[in-house]
């Protein structure tokens, strides 16, 4: 039987963390040096023509790969289907021959995998009445520049629906916001805090060199960055909606920390200029601004849900004061069977709000739609969702720029300021963040340049602290006793013999010694922890009841039961004394004595304080919490027994 007690741990950092993760190790990957998928699509090239030694396929092959990296060339149509049904989460733009367009467009135009389909072919007029039925065709074309026209505007279209937004119902509890907000929120108040320089733009475009290297196009971008970008040009270039501002809204819709921290340049660089224009424009009087796009079916879903509630744009977002121009996007949106078309009507009313948004009519690259650009989690009310023509996939969603005394968005930036490790700035504060966040291999990169320039010997030794930490979460123990070990000779040679940190280092080691099975040496550590915290705290203090606890984590993991309940039990009493009676410590340490007492035999007496560990934590951690989940399967289990 598989059942393991919580493990209470010195905490890797003085902030304790109220919003909380899935899990230790995050399920969203970091891309690394692999090709950046753009556009998340595939492009496919259907035609029994095709051939490798022709020279009009080799041209029309170098056009759109200019468009994709991820083209796909098919004469065989039954090996094309095949691979289309394989592309399970992603969409697909075809381009299909005249010859065999009629044959295969009835069989693949109703997968939800295909997003537009291009009819290449010699004479239009043969194709424009058989191709009326079918929605996704979106042109006949008899030359390949006009299709890389259409390509493009078909995935700039795909891109502004890919803004990320956060739904946040009235009735939500903070600690059960979207984490995609609550991380991007954290993660830009964070990077603000690191002096990104010319070395760091340097970095980046060596990184899009490699992730470009077959797309002569965005590489020609890439070399501009290198040599034309600057600080006070970043909206300028963000307003190309070329290969920066595609990468930076798939970097915060995907929580791709990877990217978002190669980018920090620029996400810093967009939020000071639209900051400084904000304080120079001294927008005073109401106005109204536009935003059209596509929003799935089950993201409408979540919209309606949350109809009076707020909603965040968590990427920096393009408006326009021109209505026709963001309703042109949402119709075009509303043809798609997939989408559901969006028109916001946003009313800002600027002396009630500190959001940071300009007008950039004279810098953007696209005169004509007299823009106003909000920086990253804009936060606005939800007045009102409305069909527009009485059409059932077109709506209009009027939302209002939250007040800055509206409770609700007061209380969320609070719980975001609170978690984003005030105490602690640059880079080390970006690795404190991404270790939280489970980006452990991201943040173990960080804490490793650190070391090398590091001269003052506390910072080094929080900063082995932190890799011991990280070690830990990984389950990797010997170098997490490597690492704090580092730590821990490091502060016994700089501080007094009875120092708190040196406690805490203490205990980490007891722990992890306890988890290899060395026990002799765990029993050690952690009364070395004892003896200090017994000279420097409060007979109360939660920090005897993290020590009861661990030791019971020990005799647990020795078979020792009886001793584990009588230590879990001392844990318990110091914790409700010390802690608010909806503390998760002390769930943990109701659901310890559960364990004890289900391993002992004692059915009822497990299933009693299993019921009250899953009552405490209800009230004060999300159904989600890894402990939530784990103690209701716990709960299960032993009413099987009774």
């Known amino acids: 039987m598989n059942i393991k007690p919580t493990t209470s741990m010195c905490s890797k950092n003085s902030n304790d963390i109220e919003i909380v993760r899935e899990s230790g190790a995050s399920s969203i990957k970091a891309t690394g040096y692999q090709r950046f998928d753009l556009h998340k699509n595939h492009l496919i090239w259907l035609d029994e023509s095709i051939c490798d030694d022709n020279e009009d396929c080799y041209y029309t092959t170098a056009h759109l790969r200019s468009i994709a990296c991820d083209l796909k060339s098919y004469s065989n149509v039954d090996e094309c289907v095949l691979f289309i049904e394989t592309m399970k989460d992603r969409k697909v733009y075809i381009i299909i021959s005249g010859s ?11 997968m939800s995998q295909i997003d537009t389909i291009f009819i290449f072919c010699g004479i239009e007029q043969r194709h424009k009445e058989w191709t009326r039925e079918w929605s996704k065709v979106k042109g006949i074309f008899t030359e ?13 279209r795909r891109q502004q629906n890919a803004i990320s937004m956060s739904f946040i119902m009235s009735d939500e509890q903070t600690n059960q916001l979207n984490l995609n907000f609550i991380d991007t929120c954290m993660l830009k108040v964070v990077l603000a805090t690191i002096p990104f320089g010319d070395a760091d733009v340097l970095d980046y475009v060596n990184y899009c060199r490699d992730l470009f290297v077959d797309n002569e196009e965005e590489l020609n971008n890439v070399e501009q960055v290198k040599c034309k970008y600057r600080q006070e040009t970043a909206i300028w270039w963000y307003s190309r909606r070329n290969f920066l501002y595609y990468m930076l809204n798939h970097g915060i819709r995907l929580l791709d920390c990877d990217t978002l921290v190669r980018m920090g340049f620029l996400i810093n660089d967009l939020h000071r200029q639209i900051e400084q224009l904000h304080k120079d424009q001294k927008s005073k009087e109401i106005f109204t601004v536009y935003h059209g796009q596509g929003l799935s079916k089950k993201e409408f879903k979540q ?51 500190s959001a940071i948004f300009a007008s950039i009519g004279d810098i953007n690259t696209v005169s004509d739609e007299d823009e106003v650009i909000f920086s990253m989690h804009s936060v606005f009310r939800i007045e009102e969702i409305k069909a527009i023509d009485e059409n ?9 720029l939250t007040d800055d005394k509206d409770l609700e968005f007061s209380r969320i930036m609070k719980c975001v300021q609170t978690e984003s490790y005030q105490g602690s700035t640059g880079w080390f504060r970006l690795g404190l963040l991404l270790t939280d966040m489970g980006q452990m291999d991201k943040a173990e990169e960080i804490y490793k340049r650190l070391i090398d320039q590091e001269t003052e010997e506390s910072k080094k030794a929080s900063i082995y602290h932190q890799l011991g930490w990280n070690k830990y979460n990984q389950k990797n123990y010997p170098e997490a006793i490597l690492y704090y070990r580092k730590a821990l000779e490091i502060l016994e040679k ?29 029993r050690l550590s952690h009364e070395k922890a004892l003896a200090i915290w017994k000279r420097t705290l409060l007979a109360d203090d939660p920090s005897f009841g993290a020590y009861h606890n661990n030791i019971g984590l020990m005799y647990y993991n020795m078979g020792d039961y009886p001793n584990a309940l009588s230590s879990y039990k001392k844990a318990s009493d110091i914790w409700e004394r010390s802690l608010p009676k909806d503390h998760p410590d002390r769930a943990m340490s109701y659901n310890n004595i559960g364990l004890s007492y289900e391993n002992m035999g004692k059915y009822r007496k497990a299933r009693s304080y299993y019921e009250r560990a899953i009552k405490t934590v209800e009230r004060s951690l999300p159904s989600n919490h890894p402990w939530t989940k784990q103690w209701k399967i716990d709960l299960e289990r032993v009413k099987a027994k009774t």
């Open 100 to 110: 065999l367009g009629q044959k295969v467009v009835p069989q693949i135009h109703d």
């Open 144 to 156: 390949i520049m006009p299709i890389c026209k259409s390509l493009k505007l078909a995935t700039q």
């Open 303 to 353: 919209l309606n849900k949350s109809k009076g509630g707020l909603m965040s744009f968590n990427s920096f977002l393009f408006t326009s004061k021109v209505r026709e121009v963001s309703l042109r996007f949402a119709r075009d949106n509303a043809n798609d069977p997939d989408l559901i078309g969006i028109l916001f009507v946003m009313k800002i009313i600027p002396k009630h709000s």
């Open 392 to 400: 059932e996939t077109l709506f209009e969603v009027s939302l209002t």
């Open 494 to 522: 700089i501080l007094q013999p009875h120092h708190p940190k040196l406690a805490t280092s203490y205990n980490n080691i007891g722990i992890v010694y306890g988890q290899l099975g060395d026990y002799s040496n765990a």
